[in-house]
Every structure is written in structure tokens, then in C-alpha cells.
């Protein structure tokens, strides 16, 4: 089964950009829909963004204009581009990944450990 591993988070100050990645080893991600949950402490889990395996692309609206998500398929990654970063956007990022395109839904069937994202002056 998937084994994702995101990598990219830490510490940035307030409207700095930060770039998370998902990657895995045994499977190729791009037959995968793929995206990004964050969870801030006392907060529930959201969706922030996803990307079908045809490459469409879609944003919670906290995010739009600031987010991008991408895929290199030769590289087996996906990667979430983060500007003007807000101390809002401070929280665990979940790479998650499902056959189904499940959008904002937290019903993927595969979810990484999460990389801690902290917007702080």
C-alpha cells in the first residue's frame, strides 16, 4: 500500500513562501488524486487542496491565489506551494492520496505522518 512521506515543513515568518512535498517509494503517485489536509491545534482537519491524476487543480478559498499544488510525475511528487503566508496558516499539512476523487473529503485512504508548518514572527 502507498507509504507517503511529505517533507518541507518548519518555520517561516509571516509573508514568506514554503514548499511541502509528497513523495513514495513503491507507488506511482500520479494514477493517484492527490492533496493536502492541515489540522491546527483545537481546530478541525481541512481540506486545502487537491489535484486529480489528470492534473486539475482546486483550492479551499483561504487559500486561493496563494496556494498552488503541483505534480512531476518524473519525479513521483507532489508539491504544495505556499506564498504570503499567514500565521493562520499554521498547522500539521497531510499529504493523502485515493484511486477516488474524494476533493475535500477526509475519506482518502492514505494519509502521511504530516509535516508541522508554523507562520511565526
Known amino acids: 500500500q502507498l507509504q507517503l512521506v511529505e517533507s518541507g515543513g518548519g518555520l517561516v515568518q509571516p509573508g514568506g513562501s514554503m514548499r511541502l512535498s509528497c513523495t513514495d517509494s513503491g507507488f506511482i503517485l500520479k494514477h493517484y488524486a492527490i492533496g493536502w489536509f492541515r489540522q491546527a491545534p483545537g481546530k478541525e482537519r481541512e481540506g486545502v487542496s487537491w489535484i486529480s491524476s489528470l492534473g486539475g487543480t482546486n483550492y479551499v478559498e483561504s487559500v486561493k491565489g496563494r496556494f498552488t499544488i503541483s505534480r512531476d510525475n518524473d519525479k513521483n511528487t507532489v508539491y504544495l506551494q505556499m506564498n504570503s503566508l499567514k500565521p493562520e496558516d499554521t498547522a500539521v499539512y497531510y499529504c493523502?492520496?485515493?484511486?477516488?476523487?474524494?476533493?475535500?473529503?477526509?475519506?482518502?485512504?492514505?494519509w502521511g505522518q504530516g509535516t508541522q508548518v508554523t507562520v511565526s514572527s
Open positions: 493523502v492520496a485515493d484511486m477516488y476523487e474524494w476533493g475535500f473529503s477526509p475519506e482518502y485512504d492514505y
